[in-house]
């Protein structure tokens, strides 16, 4: 079946530290790949998408890129800040309504 | 705009309890559903609807029930909660004018069942 596989966290970082995280997935056909982000008490939120192979996602600073023949889709951003501390999800979707979602990955980041 | 938003944001139930979570949202979007989020496990697609009396079930839908009567309302039932039932619950929307793969989150309710 179709799947997302997420590194596990936490992701403790330094301010103005790279990150990456890591995801991959399992999936017949083309799916529809996002990150949703989440901060501390709120519900997820869109932070970027791609909908076919070699498209570059990005929005504050963060970028992902499908990649069809690794089947993955890692997040990264040059220098994160304190603010970007929260869990990001990797999902994907076949051009419907339903997501399906990777388990999270925690990001911690200190001054 | 509200967005989508959720009642209560937290509650405590007792074994046997029944209770409603409410879920709104403004945008005038199709399609609207209901995940929980345990820990280890990511968000699991609980109900779904596709429009206003249109519901089917996702990937854990025993021991909730749905509705749609209206775009706007799509309210979560649990009938008889059970311990197993502690957890967080999103509701979601999308539509078809903004992408109806962008879903839409609220703020979550938290349940815990004793």
């Known amino acids: 079946g179709n799947s997302v596989t997420q590194m596990e966290g936490p992701v403790t970082l330094s301010e103005e530290a790279f990150l990456t995280i890591n995801c991959t997935y399992t999936?017949?056909?083309?799916?529809?790949l996002f990150w949703y982000v989440q901060y501390p008490g709120e519900g997820l939120q869109l932070l970027l998408k791609a909908t076919k192979a070699d498209d570059k996602g990005s929005n504050k600073g963060f970028e992902a890129t499908y990649r069809k023949e690794t089947t993955s889709f890692h997040l990264e951003k040059g220098s994160v800040q304190v603010s970007d501390s929260a869990v990001y999800f990797c999902a994907l979707s076949y051009n419907t309504d339903k997501l399906i979602f990777g388990t999270g990955t925690r990001l911690q980041v200190f001054p | 705009n509200a967005g989508v938003t959720q009642t209560p944001k937290f509650q405590v139930l007792k074994t046997g309890q029944s209770m409603t979570l409410q879920c709104a949202q403004d945008m005038n979007h199709e399609y609207m559903s209901w995940y929980r989020q345990d820990p280890g496990m990511g968000l699991r697609l609980i109900h779904y609807?596709?429009?206003?009396?249109?519901?089917d079930q996702g990937e854990v839908p025993n021991g909730y029930n749905v509705s749609r009567s209206t775009t706007e309302d799509f309210p979560l039932r649990l009938l008889s909660a059970a311990p197993s039932q502690t957890s967080v619950y999103f509701c979601?929307?999308?539509?078809?004018?903004?992408?109806?793969?962008?879903?839409?989150f609220g703020p979550g309710t938290r349940l815990l069942v004793l």
């Open positions: 979601a929307s999308s539509g078809l004018a903004g992408g109806r793969e962008t879903q839409y």
């Open positions: 609807s596709v429009g206003a009396g249109i519901t």
């Open positions: 999936a017949t056909g083309y799916p529809s």
